[in-house]
């Protein structure tokens, strides 16, 4: 059974659940809850869900209700529990006294939710893998940021480079924090896609609002011509994650060019005799200098210098290759 096939089961099978309980409210319990977070957790987990908010919708906690971690996963994944909604939960916290009462309908903490009276609350799930383990938290109340990258859009790609523009979004109900959107580049190798060794640092946003857009500027420069595929990861610190990709075209062929800078001449000892130097832009090699020298001149031999110049020989001064 492929990937997407489990996804849509999976979608089905949580929404005949909460069909199921809405409609006949009577057998909610506390079990029923518990069952259908825990399903959303697995399925937060697949690779077509990793990084991104699956919204349960509202649900009602009956009276004196608690929910521990331990109570969804006694090993693996890693959860935890917050409360987005201030106005409803009080947050148990290391200083407070025996005394305390929370006076809100919800009290929790990073390892229980626990209702004082019954209490509906829209409950949300998104996991993500650190060192391939699952890391789950369950959001009570509003949605929690969300990253998610649009439309790319490839800008040029004449000069040889790729100038893309990757629009990103923030799809949650909080203000995303320290995004950064990263790339990895992959080269068409007959059917496969290769992983290139191509590397640009990060680029990041400080803040995002709730469904404002922003959008990053990249040049993308690999050496060599071929057909490339960039994948783009956009991540916020509270905002899961979302990948989308490009694929495109580069042909750097023709940009190695001379030009028509002047000409240096200077005396090679060790041969007696004289180097004239031509230079190149463009070139990412050497040889490719040499060659584009060569070219010009009618097959006269050049020697490489570096990918900016190159050379060819000559008796005297004032004479000519």
Known sequence: MNTFNLAIYGIVTI????????????????????????????????????????????????????????????????????????????????????????????????????????????????????????????????????????????LDTSTGNAEVKVNVKNVGSGQLAFGQNSIKLFKKSTTDWIETDYYSEPKEVNTIMPQEKYSFLWSISPKNSGEYKAVFKFEGQNAGYDENYVIFTLDKSNLCNTTEQQTTTTFNAENSNYMEIHYCTGCSYSFECANTWSKKENGKEFVPLDKDSAYCTKLTYEGSC
């Open 15 to 154: 929404a005949l659940i909460l069909l199921f309980l809405n409609l006949i409210p009577q057998f909610r319990t506390p079990e029923s809850n518990n069952k259908l977070i825990s399903t959303t957790l697995e399925m937060a987990q697949t690779q077509t869900y990793l990084g991104k908010t699956i919204n349960l919708g509202a649900l009602l906690y009956p009276e004196k209700y608690t929910l521990q971690k331990d109570d969804l996963s006694k090993d693996k994944p890693i959860i935890s529990f917050e409360c987005l909604t201030p106005n409803d939960c009080c947050i148990r916290k290391q200083d407070q006294n025996k005394d305390y009462k929370c006076t809100k309908p919800v009290s929790w903490d990073y390892d229980f939710f626990s209702t004082k009276e019954s209490h509906t609350t829209n409950t949300s799930v998104r996991c993500i893998r650190i060192d391939g383990v699952g890391v789950c938290k369950v959001y009570f109340g509003t949605l929690p940021a969300q990253a998610q990258v649009g439309i790319i859009e490839i």
